[in-house]
C-alpha cells in the first residue's frame, strides 16, 4: 500500500500540491490499517474462539502494528522515491519474518537479527499480539510500535518536505496519471 500510495503522492503533488498529496496518503493509509484487521480478525474469529474484549484488544494492537508498517514502509518509500524502495524492502521483510520473534524467540537470535527485531515492526507487532491473544505483559512492544509511527512519520514529513520540491514531473510520477476531479 505504501509504494502505491507514494506514486500517487508523486503524481498527485503536481496538481493538488504536495501537503494536500501527502494527506490524502496519510488518510488513505489510516483507512487501509482499520479494514484489514476486522477482515483477519474476523477470519480468525471463524477459527479459534476468543471473548468479545479479546477481539477488541487484537484489534486495537493490529491497527498500531499496521500504522507502524505503513509510517515504516512508507518512510522508505519516500526516501527512495518509490519502486526503486523494493530493493531494500524486501529483504527487509524477509530480515523481519526471521526476526519476528515467530519463527525463532529474540533470545536465540544472532546481534544483527536481534538489533533488526528491536528496530523494525515485525517482532513488535508479533509479540504485542501475542500478549493481546493470549494475556501475556505488554513489556514496551506497543510502546515501541508508538515510537517507530512517531519517528517514521515525522521522517516522511521531513523526507516529504525536504525532496519533492521540483515542480516538473518525472518519469516515476508520471506512472500513475492523476487529473483533479478524479
Do not use: D
Not at 522515491?81 to 537470535?109: C, F
Not at 508508538?146 to 525532496?163: E, K, M, N, R
Amino acid at each position: 500500500m505504501s509504494l502505491v500510495l507514494t506514486l500517487m503522492f508523486m503524481s498527485a503533488r503536481h496538481v493538488i500540491g504536495k501537503w494536500s498529496a501527502l494527506l490524502a496518503v496519510q488518510l488513505n493509509g489510516f483507512i487501509g490499517v482499520l479494514v484489514a484487521p476486522l477482515v483477519t480478525l474476523g477470519t480468525l474469529r471463524c477459527l479459534i474462539s476468543f471473548s468479545s474484549s479479546a477481539f477488541w484488544q487484537l484489534f486495537g494492537v493490529q491497527v498500531l502494528f499496521g500504522l507502524a508498517v505503513f509510517e515504516f514502509t512508507l518512510a522508505i518509500a519516500f526516501l527512495c522515491g518509490g519502486l526503486p524502495s523494493m530493493i531494500l524492502q524486501l529483504p527487509l521483510l524477509v530480515s523481519q519474518v526471521v526476526a519476528s520473534g515467530a519463527i525463532i524467540p529474540r533470545p536465540a537470535l544472532n546481534g544483527f537479527y536481534r538489533w533488526l527485531s528491536t528496530h523494525t515492526p515485525m517482532s513488535q507487532g508479533v509479540y504485542s499480539t501475542f500478549n493481546a491473544l493470549y494475556g501475556g505483559a505488554n513489556s514496551g512492544y506497543t510502546s515501541a510500535l508508538w515510537w517507530l509511527i512517531s519517528l517514521s512519520l515525522l521522517a516522511v514529513i521531513l523526507i516529504g518536505w525536504l525532496g519533492y520540491r521540483s515542480t516538473k514531473t518525472n518519469p516515476l510520477s508520471r506512472l500513475v496519471p492523476f487529473t483533479a476531479g478524479n
